[in-house]
């Protein structure tokens, strides 16, 4: 049972424009939320997370916005630049065990 | 700068043969992981190790195990390697009971023949 899901296997964005990431889980123990991006034949680098506690963050051009009622969490970019096309994972770790858990990534693709 | 360094950038095995991928990190962390990544599933937690020669399996051990027999180095192990454990390995380190991020090494792309 997936426990954190991204359900769009893409999405395509305007370079400029908004780019808006989505993310569920089903864990309500859940204490820390992250965002990692993905370029091919490298390893995830962190790019920012939330604590269960708030519900915005802001990192420059990226902001994520958590919805504890919904189980919801979503990536925005703005404005997105070329250098943003990648695969984008959310994950998700709870203190009691450490463990990080991924969701399948969504490949975001910024268009000229 | 936190570094994980992993071995190997690629491999190829052969069916049957054990495969060894080794995993360093210089930041003194107690938890590392292994995970593999594969098109539309994700990265998905072979093993976890919260401390020397402490681990805890992830959603998909199964023909794998794994080695920590000093703080900073993890290995992940396959046995017999199959066909079906053609993917991208990934480790990764953290602090324990930290509200913090995991780092990652640059990966690991096995093929099995």
């Known amino acids: 049972d997936q426990q954190v899901k991204q359900n769009s296997p893409s999405l395509s964005v305007q370079e400029g424009r908004i780019s808006i990431l989505n993310c569920d889980y089903t864990?309500?123990?859940?204490?820390?939320f992250l965002w990692y991006k993905k370029y091919p034949a490298e390893g995830p680098t962190f790019l920012i997370s939330?604590?269960?506690?708030?519900d915005k963050n802001e990192d420059g051009r990226f902001t994520v916005f958590l919805n504890k009622s919904a189980k919801h969490l979503s990536l925005h970019i703005v404005p997105s630049q070329p250098g943003d096309s990648a695969v984008y994972f959310c994950a998700a770790r709870m203190n009691r065990d450490d463990k990080i858990i991924f969701g399948k990534g969504t490949r975001l693709h910024i268009l000229p | 700068d936190v570094k994980v360094t992993q071995s190997s950038r690629y491999l190829v095995k052969r069916t049957g043969e054990k495969v060894f991928l080794e995993c360093v990190q210089d930041?003194?962390?107690?938890?590392m992981f292994w995970y593999r990544q594969d098109p539309g599933l994700g990265l998905r937690l072979i093993y976890f190790?919260?401390?020397?020669?402490?681990?805890e399996k992830g959603d998909i051990p199964e023909g794998y195990s794994v080695s920590r027999e000093k703080k900073e180095r993890f290995s992940l192990i396959l046995e017999s390697a199959s066909t079906n454990q053609t993917s991208m390995y990934l480790c990764?380190?953290?602090?324990?009971?930290?509200?913090?991020?995991?780092?990652f090494g640059q990966g690991t792309r096995l093929t099995v023949v």
């Open positions: 939330i604590s269960s506690i708030k």
């Open positions: 190790s919260y401390d020397v020669k402490m681990k």
């Open positions: 930041m003194d962390h107690e938890n």
């Open positions: 990764a380190s953290s602090l324990w009971r930290e509200s913090t991020e995991a780092f």
């Open positions: 864990n309500s123990m859940f204490d820390y």
